[in-house]
């Protein structure tokens, strides 16, 4: 695969990274943690392939911000500017592993499996600068295992150098890129990854769905869901609105006024104003445009139309 066409001319300023390591080897790897990521737009002369083995990861690529869980493993092509950062909510690490493209097409262009890995690679930043689903890999299960321990081999590897250890390491990496090339097949039927991480995490969002239905009058926050779901902030939002069809403001405000519109008969004689705190909400005119906003009348006005029907 020609890579050279993704050397873009507006890209010539931003840094352009070599394989960094002191044997002058085709390939390397490393394990980094949060602190370690290179945060910094970037971009590379080799092939990236980077899995999440702990925590989560932001990854901004193509002016597009992603959230990669454990699990996830992505690939970068040469020359696409991108970076990472970790999520400071918790501890965070991936491992990298790099080798120049012409390290194996001498012997894994000609396989079936081939094209459907650089696809996997190749195609990623084109698809992600139209906003269409990105072909990373969500691996779970035997697949994940077998990922997870062949990067441990080729860490291994490439840690000992032993004798042939180069003959060893690219029998590990061939097994990789086939076992990915596999995977990615089969992700192209499967079921969309929002859908398997919301499986994943389910049991977790629904109990901070419970707390959220139990708290919406208090001075609930976002903050204070994901740590009942054991996850970052920007990840539970993520996550929550994949699973109500609603951002978690929406969802609070969607509680509160439906406590609003059945106070407001319920208790006719209290004024809109405290009808306004006894739902949970902290200013008046917020409240005024959000009842609004779902039930098509003012708070007073809907008050009269409900009690007049009655």
Do not use: W
């Amino acid at each position: 695969m020609d890579y050279t066409s993704l050397d873009k001319k507006e890209y010539q300023d931003i840094t352009l990274l070599k394989l960094d390591n002191k044997h002058h080897l085709p390939f390397y790897i490393i394990k980094l943690t949060g602190d370690q990521f290179r945060k910094n737009l970037h971009r590379h002369e080799y092939v990236q392939i980077e899995y999440v083995s702990k925590g989560s990861v932001k990854h901004y690529i193509n002016d597009n911000y992603f959230q990669l869980v454990q699990g996830d493993i992505f690939v970068i092509p040469p020359y696409v500017p991108h970076r990472f950062d970790a999520d400071q909510n918790q501890e965070s690490e991936i491992i990298e592993l790099e080798f120049m493209p012409q390290y194996i097409n001498e012997k894994f262009s000609p396989e079936e499996n081939s094209e459907a890995f650089f696809d996997f690679a190749y195609l990623e930043p084109f698809l992600v600068s139209e906003n269409k689903i990105k072909p990373r890999l969500n691996l779970s299960g035997k697949a994940r295992d077998d990922v997870e321990g062949i990067l441990n081999e080729l860490i291994g590897e490439y840690k000992e150098m032993d004798d042939n250890f180069e003959l060893m390491f690219k029998s590990f990496l061939l097994r990789l890129l086939i076992l990915l090339a596999r995977e990615y097949k089969k992700s192209e039927t499967d079921i969309p990854a929002h859908d398997v991480l919301l499986d994943r995490h389910k049991e977790n969002l629904i109990v901070a769905k419970d707390y959220i239905d139990k708290n919406y009058i208090s001075d609930i926050k976002a903050e204070d869901a994901a740590k009942i779901a054991m996850m970052s902030s920007s990840y539970f939002r993520y996550l929550f609105k994949n699973l109500t069809n609603m951002t978690f403001t929406e969802y609070v405000n969607h509680l509160r006024i439906k406590k609003a519109s059945d106070l407001l008969v319920e208790y006719y004689t209290d004024s809109v104003y405290d009808i306004c705190f006894s739902s949970g909400f902290n200013n008046i005119n917020y409240f005024n445009r959000a009842f609004k906003q779902q039930m098509g009348l003012s708070p007073t006005q809907y008050r009269k139309k409900v009690l007049r029907i009655k």
